[in-house]
């Protein structure tokens, strides 16, 4: 397996995978082309952010994406683990853990992270297992929002 940064050659995997996880998690189909702009928008501004791929045999196996937000309190970003996917027949090899090892590592080389942060399904129960067996936990705060 090899993790690495993701980059423009990446883009067609990385929109069919946010088009499969948001099928799969909210049976929800994503405009395409709004997609195609924002997951290029991220590979070509690094200050907002990166994706990293994980490859199998010379294929993309899993992804994830990581924004940043600033805290004046810490004076360091949190990094935000968003679009997390790993194809149904890489699930369960470790993949996610490898993905969020290279994350802390990233943000280690980068001064350090205030932390790591990620939205999860309330009902997704194998993503929270897998989050908690890697030293996540569920947050105090709870997340509002306005459409």
Request: aromatic share 12%; glycine share 6%.
């Amino acid at each position: 397996m090899h993790i690495r940064k993701g980059q423009k050659s990446d883009l067609n995997a990385l929109i069919q995978f946010n088009l499969a996880m948001a099928k799969e998690t909210e049976d929800l189909a994503l405009d395409e082309s709004v997609l195609t702009q924002g997951v290029n928008t991220l590979l070509s501004n690094p200050e907002k952010g990166f994706y990293l791929v994980a490859e199998v045999d010379g294929e993309i196996a899993g992804s994830l994406m990581v924004t940043f937000e600033w805290s004046d309190w810490r004076a360091k970003d949190y990094y935000w683990i968003q679009s997390v996917y790993i194809r149904p027949q890489n699930r369960r090899q470790g993949i996610y853990a490898k993905l969020y090892h290279e994350v802390k590592q990233i943000a280690e080389q980068n001064g350090g992270a205030a932390s790591f942060r990620l939205y999860v399904e309330q009902d997704n129960a194998k993503a929270q297992s897998t989050y908690s067996a890697l030293g996540m936990e569920k947050s105090y705060y709870q997340m509002y929002e306005e459409k």
